[in-house]
């Protein structure tokens, strides 16, 4: 039985006076009834409308399923081994996750990590040529550039291996996920 079901027999309220209520259709309640999570205004419009939070109409089974840690860690690392390689920080991640099954919000925030490491550092790397004529530095300005961000993110992965370790959360944390 699904938690919006639950809560909303226990408030006495029928599916179409719930959709009303919450501005969604009736559909959707029944599609999250039978199953399917909430998700974005439709998540926020329902607990407004039932005066719940928005966790408690997360499907109880999906709240308590754990990472899987060992796949969690295998994911981090894989952006170690394979960021050698153009976009393999991204897609060595992406493809393990999916090949494992482990698309938790960890899994989601260590890939966009790495999405906003790639960026950040390729702006940078891209600006360093500009910023080395504009100053009159050495040529070693773009190498160092190279180097200063690759050690970053090595740092970055092998900081959050040692936190997912320790405290199965991330040394840096997102509160946001772009995948």
Known sequence: MSQLLKIREQQHHTQEELAEKAGVSVRTIQRIEAGALPKGYTLKALSEALGIPKEALLNSEEAKVKPNLLWVKLINLSSLVFMWIPLGNILA?????????????????????????????????????FVQSWFGLTKQLVLGTLIVAVLVNVFIIIRNAVEIDKRQKLYIKLNFSMI
Not at 97 to 124: A, C, F
């Open 93 to 129: 991640p992406l493809i393990i996750s999916k090949l494992s099954r482990e698309k938790n919000p960890i899994v989601k925030e260590l890939i966009t990590v790495q999405v906003l490491w790639l960026v950040g550092s390729s702006v940078l790397f891209l600006l360093s040529p």
